[in-house]
């Protein structure tokens, strides 16, 4: 087993070295910068938001980012409001070109799938499924405007996709109830494969979906309990958090444990692993939160050598209200990008007194030559000091 070195600085912007997929893979970055992007209680959106949902953060390698709240769809700040943005608690699409997919409700009352181009300004409805007297779940997209989601055909749960350039909507795994059972999670990358949980039949796990419509099993040690937490990068790999204390990554050679807290990398860093999805990216890095052995909360990426630290529960933040320290860490981690880049949504206690909820950052990798050295200087001394 190697040495698990932890990296823990605010901004510094150096990069160190590491295990990663895919050509051109460089090791974790050793900082990020929180930036506040939203707020619950927040003046300036037409409507003061109560809450934001934690379980929808999306973002892209653009910059561009997206989540719920109890008032509609956020998109890179603007508040988009109305019947059909009023979304179920279920995850956000969001493409590399900056189209948004999400499950909403039409005016009827029945699910539907919607989605708004960020650069065209506009969207809408698309599709009420092959079904739509049942709900449709966690729909995702990828760059071709191709959306999996998860719903139900004949009274079962499958796996849905609906073409965006052609209108056409079709449902590419078909459940039964007995050797064939879907999960709600299903996830579409750019290379157009789809995986998702089938819990029936005699391969029992994760499943990718190829273009050709041929089916791969992806292999997860685990007994499953948590059938929905996973996620797929572009090169058909999955981060998967299949029982409650152990992260897996599939690779073309076989499944690779990321991080266990009671054994395996991490083990001595990590009292318990949040029940969630981690999520993974095209350099092979994976995001996830954890309970620390101080019982503090803590955000991670992991390349499966290094560990290193994206928000950390006492860490100094910035708000729009003032400097506080984060309180705990909410959002779920299903949004990283390939630059390592994610949503971070917190709630606050100011330095001034006073605690703020739901404040949302965007944890960004510095550029090389970033001027605030002085300052990272000092908080990161002042992080390691706690």
């Known amino acids: 087993m190697p040495m698990h070195r932890v990296v823990m600085c605010l901004f510094a912007g150096a990069i160190t070295a590491g295990a990663a997929e895919g050509a051109g893979a460089q090791g974790l970055p050793e900082s990020w910068s929180l930036q506040q992007v939203a707020r ?6 037409p409507h003061r938001l109560r809450f934001i949902k934690y379980e929808t953060p999306a973002v892209n390698d653009r910059g561009d980012w997206a989540i719920a709240t109890d008032l509609g769809l956020l998109v890179n ?8 943005y009023n979304l179920p608690d ?6 590399e070109r900056g189209v948004v997919a999400w499950a909403g409700s039409v005016s009827t009352g029945d699910g539907g799938i919607f989605t708004y181009d960020i650069d065209a300004g506009s969207g809408g409805w698309v599709t009420n499924g092959p079904d739509e007297r049942f709900s449709k779940r966690n729909p995702t997209i990828n760059s071709d405007g191709l959306i999996a989601y998860g719903g139900a055909s004949q009274g079962f749960d499958s796996v849905n996709l609906h073409d965006l ?26 290379a157009g494969q789809v995986a998702y949980y089938d819990a029936g039949g005699s391969q029992r796990g994760m499943q990718r979906l190829e273009p050709d419509g041929s089916t791969t099993f992806m292999y997860v040690p685990g007994n499953w309990s948590n059938r929905e937490w996973f996620w797929m990068n572009d090169n058909g790999h999955v981060a998967a958090l299949p029982d409650q204390d152990q992260i897996w990554r599939t690779t073309d050679d076989g499944p690779e444990l990321m991080v266990g807290s009671f054994s395996g990398p991490g083990s001595q860093l990590f009292r318990s692993l949040e029940l969630e999805p981690p999520s993974i990216n095209n350099q092979g890095w994976v995001s996830f939160r ?16 290094d560990f290193a630290a994206v928000a950390l529960e006492g860490d100094l933040v910035r708000t729009d209200l003032g400097w506080g320290r984060i309180d705990s860490i909410n959002a779920i981690p299903t949004n990283l990008n390939n630059r390592g880049e994610l949503l971070v ?3 606050v206690r100011l330095l001034g007194g006073g605690h703020v909820n739901d404040v949302l950052f965007f944890a960004t990798v510095p550029s090389p030559g970033w001027t605030g050295l002085a300052l990272a200087t000092l908080l990161t001394a002042e992080r390691r000091r706690r």
Request: glycine residues 16%; without cysteine; charged residues 20%.
């Open 40 to 45: 619950a209680g927040q003046s300036g959106l």
């Open 77 to 84: 700040g603007t508040l988009l409001s109305g019947p059909q």
């Open 90 to 95: 279920s995850s956000v699409g969001l493409s």
């Open 165 to 190: 350039a052609s209108g056409e909507s079709r449902v590419a795994v078909q459940g039964n109830g007995s050797t064939v059972r879907i999960g709600e999670r299903v996830v579409v990358n750019d």
């Open 290 to 305: 954890a309970e620390l052995e101080d019982r503090s909360d803590s955000l991670f990426l992991t390349d499966g050598d």
């Open 345 to 347: 949504l917190a709630d």
